[in-house]
């Protein structure tokens, strides 16, 4: 791995050299190391936009502002409603085109309105060996991806935040909301709303990473936490059970094999058309 001094030293270099840029910040340890970096090499040059939607958990909004404010970051947030696009809210396999190029969208017209130079995104190089349609959408609308040009990978880019003192540096990773959902199944706002609440609920007791997978149209709450929590998980399911079903869910039960990302891409051949 490379010296993440060196690495943080390059980064700051990139963004003075693009003069103005807006960085798409989630609160997650890819765009926090954007977001401080650009504050910090740029000034009021640096922008960090937080783009709230349907498939954003609130807590996740919240810990990216109160982020933003502790590390002086220049913030603001935006809305913009993913469940308004059709194509999105079907739930297709690639769904995550439709909700970067959305993004993308977003962050292009603040770009242009305010004269900003380029938009940041926290694409890192272990990305692009997964299943992840939204980077064909960043790569035409054009936004910029600075761990991709240098090539780094997410353990760099948690190294880096480490260096510069980032709380956020072993963060877990977040996907959104709509990503608990079986592609094919419509992406609503109730399942969302029931999405997060359940999330919320299972982080209160202490669970740290943790994915309710929401299948049989909702009715279903597939709970994912990591492996050496599981035996806890099963301890607490008696309590949890009744909450979940106020939520709105008919069952509950725990997936053995634990926490994984993309544990829903393992059913695209399922559900998707031959």
């Excluded at 706002?189 to 990473?209: D, M, N, P, V, W």
């Excluded at 997978?213 to 599981?230: F, K, M, N, W």
Aim: charged letters at 25%; hydrophobic letters at 45%; a neutral charge.
């Amino acid at each position: 791995m490379r010296d993440p001094a060196d690495l943080a030293a390059q980064l700051a270099s990139m963004f003075r050299a693009k003069g103005r840029v807006l960085v798409a910040f989630s609160g997650g340890v890819d765009s926090a190391v954007l977001a401080k970096v650009g504050a910090d090499a740029l000034g009021g040059d640096g922008l960090a936009v937080i783009v709230d939607s349907e498939s954003y958990a609130r807590e996740e909004r919240e810990a990216a502002e109160g982020f933003a404010r502790a590390m002086g970051v220049p913030h603001e947030v935006v809305w913009h409603s993913e469940l308004a696009d059709a194509e999105y809210a079907a739930n297709p396999v690639n769904r995550c085109y439709f909700c970067r190029k959305g993004l993308g969208e977003v962050m292009l017209e603040i770009a242009q309105a305010r004269g900003f130079s380029a938009v940041a995104v926290g694409t890192n190089q272990d990305d692009l060996s997964d299943w992840r349609p939204g980077t064909q959408a960043i790569r035409e609308k054009g936004l910029w991806q600075p761990f991709v040009e240098l090539a780094m990978t997410k353990e760099e880019v948690r190294a880096v935040a480490k260096h510069l003192a980032l709380p956020v540096w072993d963060k877990p990773s977040m996907a959104c909301l709509s990503s608990r959902i079986p592609y094919g199944e419509p992406v609503t706002l109730q399942k969302l709303t029931r999405i997060g609440q359940a999330e919320s609920l299972l982080r209160a007791r202490g669970f740290r990473q943790v994915r309710v997978r929401t299948l049989s149209e909702g009715r279903l709450a597939r709970v994912e936490v990591l492996p050496d929590e599981i035996a806890r998980l099963r301890a607490l399911l008696g309590d949890i059970t009744p909450a979940f079903r106020l939520l709105g869910y008919s069952e509950v039960e725990v997936d053995p094999r634990g926490y994984r990302t993309g544990a829903l891409n393992e059913m695209i051949v399922r559900t998707s058309a031959p």
